[in-house]
């Protein structure tokens, strides 16, 4: 911030006693593309603190934690949106592909904005159910074994290369994604209130490694296909990580910017939010669509989306609204979402692979053929 630039900044840490107007020390990175107004210990500024407020809203909380994971996660501004999005949904994502693209760097920043624990598992073949939920151990001292909570028992979890652990380990992972809880023997223990698993998968290799069966792969409110960079953010990747390597970049925030409380607010205001009838029954037909396809596309499907598609569409859409401030869901947020939503839940038939039609372009085949309010 120069002399003479005057902006609006929220500083939880100034108290109530601060009012619009008053002027006090803070710190502030110099603007650019992918940066904003944030704390930095080697640049101190003189600030006009306008219009303050006590604690944020829900949707401010969430725009700042997005400012501040694209200033750490550059060039994926898809998978920081879809990483919010699973957030304030309550779902879980999996993301996919080539090594290098900052999926755990993602996860790991999206940790330090909200209120949380994290934990990384990384998934082996020879992993074993109890390394992911637990397990008993006995105690000398009173002669009693006691369940030892395992790494699932964290608000956010990236389960790195899923698709490398065996079936046994997927199925006991399944339980604590559907249900928020864990059973081991006659005992059930509950997750946290909030929770959420990102599981990554690598595209290129597949030898050794166990596909994920379709009924966990439903589990998943979206599957995101990360991509490289251009050129512009492969250059701000290199400045930022040379910063890192000096110590010269943005130290990590003191406190989060996200309670868990307003991101529970969020998922109730974004539940909230008005549908038309005629744009409900445009989701559902969509839905109808991949379970009985026109002719021209019948022979490249096998199976559709289930419910649960449609209930993961409809959270989709709405939690797109939401992130955009609008108060009611078009079209527009449904034909957006559905590539994520349902590129995981359409089986393709053999002469799909065979032709090499992929999901998405069935996606967009049906999409087309809908008719749009």
Request: hydrophobic share 40%.
């Amino acid at each position: 911030m120069t002399g003479g630039d005057t902006r609006s900044v929220y500083l939880a840490d100034i108290g109530s006693k601060a009012k619009p107007g008053s002027r006090h020390t803070v710190a502030v990175m110099s603007a650019g593309p992918h940066r904003s107004c944030r704390y930095n210990a080697a640049e101190r500024h003189t600030a006009v603190i306008m219009n303050f407020k006590s604690s944020p809203t829900p949707s401010e909380a969430i725009q700042a934690a997005r400012s501040a994971l694209q200033e750490q996660v550059i060039g994926q501004p898809i998978l920081v949106e879809r990483m919010l999005m699973a957030l304030i949904c309550g779902g879980h994502l999996l993301v996919e592909g080539a090594p290098g693209l900052a999926k755990t760097r993602a996860i790991k920043a999206l940790a330090n904005v909200i209120e949380g624990d994290f934990h990384r598992i990384q998934f082996t073949p020879d992993l074993l159910p109890s390394d992911v939920t637990g397990t008993e151990i006995f105690r000398q001292e009173d002669a009693t074994f006691t369940f030892q909570r395992g790494p699932i028992f964290h608000n956010l979890i990236l389960a790195d290369e899923i698709n490398r652990a065996p079936a046994k380990v997927q199925s006991a992972l399944l339980e604590a994604m559907a249900e928020k809880q864990v059973s081991f023997g006659r005992q059930t223990f509950a997750l946290p209130d909030l929770f959420m698993v990102m599981a990554t998968q690598n595209p290129i290799e597949q030898e050794g490694t166990y596909p994920l069966p379709e009924a966990q792969l439903d589990r998943f409110l979206l599957q995101v296909c990360v991509e490289y960079p251009d050129r512009e953010a492969e250059a701000l990747i290199l400045d930022l990580v040379r910063a890192e390597s000096l110590g010269t970049n943005t130290p990590a925030l003191a406190t989060p910017l996200v309670s868990e409380q307003q991101v529970q607010a969020g998922r109730r205001e974004m539940l909230d939010l008005y549908m038309a009838e005629p744009v409900q029954r445009y989701l559902i037909e969509i839905i109808m669509a991949t379970r009985n396809p026109p002719a021209d596309l019948a022979p490249y499907l096998e199976y559709g989306a289930s419910p649960r598609g449609s209930i993961s569409l409809d959270l989709c859409a709405r939690a797109n609204a939401w992130l955009q401030e609008r108060d009611f869901v078009t079209p527009e947020d449904i034909q957006r979402m559905a590539p994520d939503v349902l590129r995981h839940r359409l089986i393709r038939s053999f002469e799909a692979d065979a032709q090499g039609i992929s999901s998405d372009e069935l996606i967009d085949r049906l999409l087309a053929l809908v008719p749009v309010p």
